[in-house]
């Protein structure tokens, strides 16, 4: 069911089957022209979910734009299948190449070295990949985005919404700020219950610094009513931007401490020995897409700790290993 949450605003609770995230929240926006604010997977149970809630409110698509936060499928999944002719699908300018491109083998064929260097078994890697890992995740390749610059402002339904910029989770994650209301549009920039996941990405080579910043611009906005892409709010907005500020500076204590004790090791064994929110007896039991995750979040802090001298790595045989940054030679 569609929940209205403001003057023309609906919350349309869109279910992520057999993911951690559980939901998704998409933002309606009714007016002469409406806005949607995410759409979930390109799957059944959310593409159900979806027609459903916007066909209770009369949501009329020959008049609805999209805005998508951010690259990820769970944002964008059903972008080309909601798209009526004459409407926009709108992206950053900076994730509309990104998600093109992710849509190719190599990128993906990238990603494979890139996780194999950094200490990810190949059996793991073929097993959670198979051939062609591509055409898995993007069934149907999409490019008909609109792509938006930062600062931007959008007007539906009597709310101004600013584009704001807010790199770290995606190189091109936006949120859309309604000044005179004090709303903000997370995307998954903050999320209450979870921390957003923060990994590497080739074009932002210190994710977590990134998102550190992005962090600081929307802490520094009034804001009375954040609306995050997942789950419920709990507490206050400034508040949450500092609980996950301490997460990751006490994650990057563990990463230098872990360093410390048996320099040398991998990304992945780094990742292993952190302590991870997921009911498991071990590392060697974790599901093979939980582990790909943790060892993005291990590589974001490792690179974070890299880029400001306090660690270094070596490679031998096609593998990186890290150590203090005191083991100079
Ligand atoms: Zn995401």
Redesign the pocket.
């Known amino acids: 069911m569609a929940e209205l949450i403001g003057e023309n605003l609906y919350r349309l609770d869109i279910p992520l089957p057999e993911s951690p995230l559980k939901n998704l929240n998409s933002y309606l926006i009714k007016g002469e022209r409406n806005l949607l604010i995410d759409t979930g997977f390109r799957q059944e149970p959310c593409r159900r979910a979806m027609a459903e809630q916007l066909s209770e409110l009369r949501v009329d698509m020959d008049r609805t734009d999209l805005f998508l936060t951010?690259l990820?499928t769970?944002?964008t999944g059903l972008a080309q299948e909601l798209l009526r002719p004459g409407c926009r699908a709108m992206l950053s300018e900076v994730d509309v190449p990104l998600l093109i491109h992710s849509q190719s083998e190599a990128y993906w064929q990238d990603n494979f070295d890139a996780y194999l260097k950094e200490g990810f078994l190949r059996t793991e890697l073929r097993e959670l990949w198979g051939d062609n890992p591509a055409w898995d995740i993007h069934p149907v390749p999409f490019s008909g985005y609109t792509p938006v610059r930062d600062g931007a402002e959008l007007r539906y339904g009597g709310y101004r919404l600013k584009c704001l910029l807010t790199p770290g989770?995606?190189p091109g994650h936006m949120c859309l700020y309604e000044m005179d209301k004090k709303m903000l549009f997370c995307g998954?920039h903050v999320l209450y219950h979870i921390s957003?996941?923060i990994t590497r990405w080739r074009s932002m080579p210190d994710a977590l610094g990134s998102y550190f910043k992005s962090l600081e611009l929307v802490s520094a906005l009034k804001v009375e009513t954040p609306l995050p892409a997942h789950r419920a709010v709990e507490g206050g907005f400034r508040e949450r931007v500092a609980q996950l500020r301490a997460h990751h500076e006490s994650r990057l204590q563990n990463t230098l401490d872990q360093v410390g004790r048996a320099p040398g090791q991998t990304a992945y064994e780094i990742a292993g020995g952190m302590d991870w929110d997921i009911r498991c007896r071990s590392w060697e039991d974790f599901p093979l897409t939980q582990k790909w995750f943790a060892v993005g979040e291990a590589l974001s802090h490792l690179d974070y700790l890299v880029v400001r001298g306090r660690l270094l790595y070596r490679e031998a045989e096609g593998i990186r290993r890290y150590f203090p940054a005191s083991d100079q030679v």
């Open positions: 951010h990820h769970d944002h989770h995606t998954d957003p996941n």
